[in-house]
């Protein structure tokens, strides 16, 4: 079974563009969470989706909204990208809601803002 | 104070000791709590988890949980090179999962 898939593997943009980053879960999965990363730091929590309704959202200014498809796909959008943003975007899927489920991590997306 | 606290390391080992890792977290109504590995340029990956206090094994693996002391551990037993990543320790905080700084582990030959 494929894992979880993100895409693109790479982005750069420029201060002030808009970037959407995208996530496949792996298959029966129903939730998708987003999680950013800074080099030397541990993820941070930005959005967690579940059965395509928001159920979570980290402490991430209002540039920053994610949705979540009949597929149970998700896409994260952040606009006005500021230099700040530059970061690896991780995306996780579970099979549940609970707070006993575990994560499965995509590879990521590594966003450079320049 | 953060949520999930981990002392950031690096922490060496020789091969074939035991690697203890530490983790404390604020928030008392936390009931699941995980521990991830994390090589350099890669994503993290889920080693173990634990619901209840005592320990847990698996493997060369053992989760240790204090709920009374807020406290969290993972000790590697035997380490070997390969185990040489970044530890990451996270707890499920009203639904959402809290990470840890996390840990550099070394394993030196």
């Known amino acids: 079974d494929a894992g979880v898939t993100q895409s693109p593997t790479h982005l750069i943009k420029t201060r002030g563009q808009q970037v959407t980053l995208r996530c496949s879960p792996i298959?029966?999965?129903?939730?998708v969470s987003w999680y950013q990363q800074v080099l030397g730091q541990g993820p941070q929590f930005i959005f967690q989706?579940?059965?395509?309704?928001?159920?979570g959202r980290g402490n991430f200014p209002d540039r920053f909204s994610a949705r979540q498809f009949p597929n149970y796909s998700s896409e994260l959008n952040v606009n006005a990208l500021l230099l700040g943003d530059s970061a690896l975007y991780l995306c996780?899927?579970?099979?549940?809601?609970?707070?006993?489920?575990?994560?499965?991590f995509g590879n990521g997306t590594r966003l450079t803002v320049t | 104070q953060k949520e999930v606290e981990q002392n950031s390391g690096p922490l060496s080992v020789p091969e074939g000791a035991i690697a203890s890792l530490n983790c404390t977290y604020s928030?008392?109504?936390?009931?699941?709590f995980f521990w991830y590995r994390q090589y350099s340029g890669k994503s993290p990956e889920l080693i173990m988890f634990?619901?209840?206090?005592g320990d847990k094994e698996d493997g060369r693996f053992t989760a240790q949980l204090n709920k009374a002391s807020q406290y969290v551990s993972l000790l590697i037993r035997d380490s070997q090179p390969s185990d040489s990543a970044t530890y990451l320790c996270?707890?499920?905080?009203?639904?959402?999962?809290?990470f840890g700084a996390g840990t550099r582990l070394t394993v030196k030959p």
């Open positions: 996780a899927s579970s099979l549940e809601n609970s707070g006993l489920r575990a994560l499965h």
């Open positions: 298959s029966g999965h129903k939730s």
């Open positions: 989706y579940y059965e395509k309704e928001e159920r």
């Open positions: 928030d008392r109504g936390s009931q699941s």
């Open positions: 634990i619901y209840s206090n």
């Open positions: 996270a707890v499920n905080v009203n639904n959402d999962m809290r």
